[in-house]
């Protein structure tokens, strides 16, 4: 079956720590993007791609890096710069660029701090 | 600027009620796209609904139905009839014309309860 797989579902990070958040996707689109998810704050933007070798800051980049090397797969580090990490995160992906296109979502990565 | 807003943090209801969610978004642009998500407990956002600005027609599919009115710029999403498996977090989006993301409301979490 086609779609966006994340890994692990729970990650507990360290002080000081970086981790990494996996996000695979067999669907062949071109657009892969991150959001973070907080009680009460609905999605938040950390990175978007359109294409591979290529991807732009959203909203909310800072503590945050991606890499997108193949098309189907877009990680994001969480960097020990990033001080309040503990949040819901959510990898999703287009067919293409563009608005109006509709998202489809992975199950999530639950990331705490011990 | 846009914006979304979705000024009903949580919903109650008993089955078999029906129940209204409200969106109210914001945008200069004439050509934008809205949408709604669902999110159940297990974390996946499942796309429910796509409307560009110049189909202002109600949409109706089993249950489910979506009240877009451009004079107050909202998208109600009405579910008739809930049930327990409503249960979940409804998210309304918006993305304007050429726009790379969509910008979520912060979420209306429904209960329904047996």
């Known amino acids: 079956d086609g779609g966006i797989t994340q890994s692990p579902k729970y990650l507990f990070r360290k002080e000081g720590q970086n981790v990494t958040l996996s996000c695979e996707q067999n669907?062949?689109?071109?657009?892969m993007y991150w959001y973070r998810q907080d009680p009460g704050q609905g999605l938040r933007l950390i990175y978007y791609?359109?294409?591979?070798?290529?991807?732009q800051k959203g909203d909310i980049a800072e503590g945050y890096s991606v890499s997108r090397e193949k098309k189907e797969s877009f990680p994001l580090t969480v960097t020990s710069a990033q001080k309040n990490p503990t949040a819901f995160y959510l990898c999703?992906?287009?067919?293409?660029?563009?608005?109006?296109?509709?998202?489809?979502f992975g199950s999530g990565t639950q990331l705490s701090v011990l | 600027a846009q914006k979304v807003t979705q000024a009903q943090t949580e919903i109650s209801v008993v089955e078999k009620e029906d129940v209204t969610l409200d969106c109210v978004y914001e945008?200069?642009?004439?050509?934008?796209?809205l949408f709604w998500y669902k999110q159940p407990p297990s974390g996946e956002l499942v796309f429910l609904i796509r409307?560009?600005?110049?189909?202002?027609q109600n949409e109706i599919s089993g249950r489910y139905s979506w009240n877009f009115q451009k004079s107050t710029s909202s998208f109600n999403f009405t579910i008739t009839a809930s049930q327990v498996v409503d249960s979940a977090v409804y998210f309304c989006?918006?993305?304007?014309?050429?726009?790379?993301?969509?910008?979520f409301g912060t979420g209306t979490r429904l209960q329904v309860f047996p």
């Open positions: 999703a992906s287009t067919p293409a660029k563009g608005s109006g296109e509709k998202l489809f």
């Open positions: 409307r560009n600005s110049f189909d202002e």
């Open positions: 669907l062949n689109h071109d657009a």
């Open positions: 791609s359109q294409i591979v070798n290529d991807f």
């Open positions: 945008t200069r642009d004439t050509t934008y796209y």
């Open positions: 989006a918006l993305s304007e014309w050429g726009a790379d993301k969509l910008i």
